[in-house]
């Protein structure tokens, strides 16, 4: 039976704060962040990422700040003053979504600063979209309670479809052809999230079927795998392990120099979270509490939709599972970096570096900013994990635009992955590349990405 849409968008209030205004979602990773505009637009928002950062960028986040913030809230400052400076733009009608966190780390003071920042250029008007789980996301009107689930489902779905694109690309046999079946598949899962669906259960049949299409997608392109090409892990800061631009494309020069890359994705982040969130909740004697509780569903209804969309990958990435809890990565990193001490990124890299060891990886990279503590502290640490993990290679990779002879140290890092390859103690488990059932054998010459078809109306925006 086919399930309609509720008919037209879900407005919001003429009243709201976000009425009328054009909200840009900085794009930290290519796909995602796509994905979660077309999610806020079926909340009624008029939702878009900002376009790829480049030399613009570069200048107005060099221009308008000083040296102290970390290298993402500069790329982050040029891409959205990037946005306010084309002309006949109305400060008044953009607002700019900004996750936000606590604590040590720099990424508290996004918000602040680019309030700040923006006041001085005479963009005073701009809205800062700072949804709070606290606040139980209000800024979003009555679609407040559609946002936490919907954002969840479009952060697993771009997590995948990531995972897809770098297991298939090293491989393929026609450059172009995975980017291509990512292209489209973000395409795809854009117009069935940008859809207001008449419940959760149907958005999440609506979303599967669109994964579907996808898995099929990747399916069809043709790969010769080589199981003499290392796999490296990638672990790091999370905005500078996945935004191409401010990592210099160092996955696809990775890929160019022979290596497969497993990227750690988004959601490990907000599992972190939410697991130091508990951990606060019972320091402060608060474990049986409103808020435990509503934690407690939150993280149920996460691990459901996550093991509903992972499930139909299931084949396609056996050898790259991913851990069943949080818990084990910060396990792992107990040793090094205790969880309820350390905090932060720094205690999942290396919690995460040997959970990828142990899967067989052949050498890890920690991409971060330059001058971030996260990848400071884990370049301290990182010796002992290999000493302690049969030498295998671990390499810090920061980012500052001043990266030089980029290409020489990855040769060297991959002659120290290959070595280490040939002496491993655990050993990997190759991966699968399944045919499609109705594609036959998987083989070289025929070309990939084909257009599948969907269909779902679009959306109009507030
Ligand atoms: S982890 Fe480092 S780079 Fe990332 S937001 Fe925090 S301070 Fe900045």
């Not at 009243?15 to 909340?43: E, Y």
């Not at 690309?169 to 859809?195: K, M, Q, W």
């Not at 320091?283 to 139909?312: P, V, W």
């Amino acid at each position: 039976m086919r399930t309609s849409p509720v008919k037209g968008p879900r407005q919001i209030p003429a009243s709201h704060p976000l009425a009328g205004k054009k909200v840009w979602i900085p794009r930290m990773s290519d796909g995602s962040t796509q994905i979660f505009a077309a999610m806020l637009r079926s909340l009624g928002l008029d939702a878009e990422a900002t376009p790829p950062s480049d030399e613009r960028t570069r200048a107005l986040g060099a221009r308008h700040t000083c040296g102290d913030e970390c290298y993402p809230a500069r790329v982050t400052m040029g891409d959205c003053v990037k946005i306010l400076e084309q002309p006949g733009t109305d400060p008044g009608k953009v607002a700019f979504f900004m996750a936000t966190g606590q604590g040590p780390c720099r990424f508290g003071q996004y918000v602040p600063l680019m309030k700040s920042v923006f006041a001085t250029l005479g963009y005073a008007g701009v809205t800062i979209l700072a949804p709070a789980c606290e606040t139980g996301y209000s800024d979003f009107g009555p679609a407040s309670h559609l946002f936490a689930r919907s954002a969840w489902r479009a952060l697993v779905a771009g997590d995948l479809l990531l995972k897809c694109l770098l297991k298939t690309r090293p491989y393929e046999t026609t450059p172009g052809d995975a980017d291509a079946a990512h292209e489209a598949s973000v395409a795809d899962v854009c117009r069935c999230l940008e859809v207001p669906w008449p419940n959760d259960g149907v958005q999440m049949r609506k979303l599967q079927a669109s994964l579907r299409r996808a898995r099929r997608r990747f399916r069809m392109v043709p790969v010769r795998f080589d199981p003499e090409r290392p796999l490296i892990g990638a672990v790091g800061e999370i905005y500078c392990r996945l935004n191409t631009y401010s990592n210099q494309e160092l996955v696809r020069l990775l890929e160019r120099y022979g290596a497969e890359v497993w990227m750690s994705d988004i959601t490990e982040w907000i599992w972190y979270a939410n697991a130091d969130e508990r951990r606060m909740l019972k320091l402060k004697g608060k474990r049986i509490s409103g808020q435990m509780l509503r934690s407690t569903i939150r993280t149920h209804f996460q691990r459901q939709d996550e093991e509903d969309l992972r499930a139909l990958f299931a084949a396609d990435f056996r050898g790259y599972e991913e851990p069943e809890d949080i818990g084990e990565v910060l396990e792992f990193a107990e040793p090094y970096l205790p969880a309820g001490g350390a905090l932060g990124e720094m205690t999942v890299n290396a919690g995460r570096s040997i959970y990828l060891a142990k899967k067989g990886v052949d050498g890890i990279v920690d991409i971060s900013p330059f001058t971030c503590m996260n990848g400071i502290v884990g370049e301290a640490i990182y010796p002992l994990i290999s000493k302690d993990h049969a030498e295998i290679p671990i390499r810090n990779f920061y980012c500052d635009e001043t990266q030089s002879d980029l290409e020489r140290d990855i040769g060297i890092f991959l002659e120290l992955a290959r070595n280490y390859r040939r002496r491993k103690p655990w050993p990997r488990t190759l991966p699968h590349f399944p045919a499609e059932e109705s594609g036959g054998e998987r083989a070289s010459g025929t070309s990939a990405a084909p257009e599948i078809a969907e269909c779902y109306p679009r959306t109009s925006s507030v």
